[in-house]
């Protein structure tokens, strides 16, 4: 079983960019799937970003080309780099593990506004 620490969240204004870590213990890291999800206000959670254990990385199309995930299994992190936010990108951001069994991290808050 994995636990999972986000972090990097905040208040940032329309453009702007943000870094989101999570932190990884208790198992052997490098054998999850990672990923990021987001759930706004009345709405579902939604998947933003995934990436393998092999590296393949997967992006929710309202995402393309402007967040970044990665994972560096050294120090069992997960990244999620966000640039050119919209209000829309405002959410809790939540990491999972995946690997014989999903697990979630408590969620990290976003607020892009003026």
């Known amino acids: 079983q994995v636990q999972l620490v986000e972090s990097g969240g905040g208040l940032v204004q329309p453009g702007g960019s943000l870094r989101l870590s999570c932190a990884a213990s208790?198992?052997?890291?490098?054998?999850?799937?990672m990923g990021w999800y987001r759930q706004a206000p009345g709405k579902q959670r939604e998947l933003v970003a995934t990436i393998s254990s092999g590296g393949i990385t997967n992006y929710a199309d309202s995402v393309k080309g402007r967040f970044t995930i990665s994972r560096d299994n050294g120090k069992n992190t997960v990244y999620l780099q966000m640039t050119s936010l919209k209000a829309e990108d405002t959410a809790a951001y939540y990491c999972?593990?995946?690997?014989?069994?999903?697990?979630w991290g408590q969620g990290t808050q976003v607020t892009v506004s003026s």
């Open positions: 208790g198992s052997i890291f490098s054998i999850y799937a």
């Open positions: 999972n593990a995946y690997h014989l069994g999903s697990y």
